[in-house]
């Protein structure tokens, strides 16, 4: 058992990633092998938004198949890990030493933002899970605080899972072939962004919306951009680039691992 585990920010893309061949599958494959075995995963993901922070307490979450227009055989898809409300209990803990409140949320279960990836890097789906929200109308510094809170659970045993996207102007996904080529503006961005992750400046990521190009045009709206504030609060400093490929030519999957 590794002493401590990295805190993970993954672009999770389509939902079709989980059976279909692309890199990004290949690479979240391999991800989970490389990682180790941690006792429990927290997820933030882009796909849970609340008004205040909510974990989830079930003790067997359900399979959420929170999207449309995709094959038949993605809605028969089920990752049966069980939940662990003594860890979502010790998220509420560490948070609240932050005063930072959090609710409780006794019936949710795992979106795909969650699952997709999981899946891939967990197959068995033996490893206990536990998802946290995120709020889109609160700004970065609110999602960084709550990684740093976390920070105590990676000497644990416990992996930081962070689940959005680097990109996610979806008005330019759909009806565009999968592997068009990266479009300018989001290139640029993802550019930008993986220089600042691994440089560790906070403070231009915090304002990405004014320092970084074509910031709304990546995020016109910011749910899937949050959680890589918790990854970075949760890891701390300079973060590395493990992954960076595009999809649908406007969705960068570039993921990054603060150890």
């Known amino acids: 058992m590794k002493t401590e585990f990295p805190a993970l920010f993954v672009s999770h893309g389509s939902p079709a990633m989980v059976i279909e061949d692309c890199p990004t599958r290949d690479f979240l494959q391999q991800l989970g092998r490389e990682t180790g075995k941690p006792k429990g995963i927290v997820c933030v993901s882009g796909h849970w938004t609340t008004e205040q922070p909510a974990v989830t307490m079930h003790p067997q979450p359900a399979t959420i198949h ?3 227009g995709f094959a038949d055989e993605l809605f028969t898809l089920q990752y049966p890990a069980p939940g662990d409300p003594l860890l979502a209990t010790r998220v ?3 948070l ?5 409140a959090v609710e409780r949320h006794m019936s949710r279960g795992f979106d795909h933002g969650a699952w997709s990836p999981l899946m891939l890097m967990y197959p068995e789906a033996h490893i206990p899970v536990v998802q946290l929200s995120v709020q889109p109308h609160l700004d970065p510094a609110h999602h960084l605080a709550m990684g740093k809170a976390l920070q105590p659970l990676r000497s644990e045993g416990i992996l930081i899972l962070a689940s959005g996207a680097a990109t996610h102007n979806l008005q330019d996904f759909f009806g565009r072939p999968r592997e068009s080529d990266p479009l300018p503006y989001a290139e640029k961005f993802a550019d930008w962004l993986k220089e600042a992750v691994a440089s560790g400046k906070t403070g231009e ?3 990405y ?3 970084a190009p074509e910031a709304l045009r990546n995020h016109p709206t910011p749910e899937h951009f949050l959680p890589l504030f918790a990854a970075m609060g949760a890891g701390g400093g300079k973060g590395e680039l493990i992954h960076d490929s595009f999809t649908y030519g406007c969705l960068s999957m570039a993921s990054f691992k603060w150890r």
């Open 205 to 207: 990521l915090l304002d």
């Open 209 to 211: 919306l004014n320092r």
């Open 66 to 68: 929170d999207f449309s």
């Open 92 to 94: 509420i803990d560490l």
């Open 96 to 100: 609240a030493s932050r005063e930072i």
